[in-house]
């Protein structure tokens, strides 16, 4: 059974950094596309980066040059790291594993931008 843990959100200021986890289990990274996807309060999820088993990298727009998505396959851990983070990118924060078809989802990390 495929479980994925996020942690490392919380309260930041503008222009402030964190660093998200999402350690996953049941399924290796080596073989997975994993994603960081978000939702804030009344809106859809969105994509905010994903990682291919062979470590290529997509971003959506809003967070390119200022989020960078990475994965320690050994650790079966992938990362988002989040730097000059403005109000708008208050969300919850989800990881994602997709392999063969399937989608797994973590339960998610509260992201607060705010002064």
Do not use: H
């Not at 960081?36 to 969105?46: E, L, N, S, V």
């Not at 650790?75 to 997709?98: F, I």
């Amino acid at each position: 059974q495929v479980q994925l843990v996020e942690s490392g959100g919380g309260l930041v200021q503008p222009g402030g950094s964190l660093r998200l986890s999402c350690a996953a289990s049941g399924s290796s990274l080596r073989f997975a596309v994993m994603g960081w996807y978000r939702q804030a309060p009344g809106k859809q999820r969105d994509m905010v980066a994903v990682i291919t088993s062979g470590s290529m990298t997509n971003y959506a727009d809003s967070v390119k040059g200022r989020f960078t998505i990475s994965k320690d396959n050994d650790k079966n851990t992938v990362y988002l790291q989040m730097n000059s983070l403005k109000p708008e990118d208050t969300a919850v924060y989800y990881c994602n594993l997709g392999r063969n078809g399937f989608s797994y989802w973590g339960q998610g990390t509260q992201v607060t931008v705010s002064s």
